[in-house]
């Protein structure tokens, strides 16, 4: 049997490569980005709706900052589940050139974002990026990994870059 015979049988083991997660700095990248987008959203809805409602600003600056925290945590992973169920990503993975994936290596379902995010809420969530591979508490009680977009090869493609 002849190499592209042999190839040609073999085609998932080309085309598959491992999933491995991203680095600790893109997933700080990440959060930073995001966090950014999320209060800049955050800060014009607000906004808006004090020139629409200017009495609810008094209300604003009584809450109590547990609260204020808790809301921020819960408003915070509806923006990662939005964006990561409407684009598969949030802008700061797209950006990081990074994206969200279940243990299949594929676009995780809503239910399974909801679980992940949601888990953002844990205290001391962020600190599990301190180990060495750096996939987050929220990421192991979902079964998910934030790994860097690679373009995916076609099995033509796949078969051209072989070596002689």
């Known amino acids: 049997m002849n190499n592209v015979s042999r190839d040609l049988l073999n085609a998932d083991e080309l085309l598959a490569t491992p999933i491995t997660p991203t680095s600790r700095l893109k997933r700080l990248a990440n959060l930073l980005l995001d966090t950014l987008f999320f209060y800049i959203i955050v800060f014009t809805i607000g906004g808006v709706v004090i020139l629409i409602y200017p009495e609810m600003s008094d209300s604003l600056e009584s809450v109590n900052p547990l609260l204020d ?87 033509d493609q796949s078969l051209r870059n072989l070596p002689d």
Not at 98 to 113: H, I
Not at 133 to 139: A, K, N, Q, V
Request: hydrophobic residues 45%; aromatic residues 12%.
């Open 69 to 155: 925290r808790l809301i921020s945590t819960l408003l915070f992973s509806i923006y990662c589940i939005v964006f990561e169920s409407w684009l598969g990503r949030t802008p700061g993975k797209l950006i990081t050139k990074t994206k969200v994936v279940n243990s299949q290596g594929e676009k995780p379902d809503f239910n399974t974002l909801v679980v992940r995010n949601f888990a953002r809420v844990i205290p001391f969530d962020a600190f599990t990026f301190l180990r060495e591979t750096p996939i987050g508490l929220h990421d192991r009680l979902a079964h998910t990994m934030v790994i860097d977009d690679r373009p995916s090869f076609t099995l």
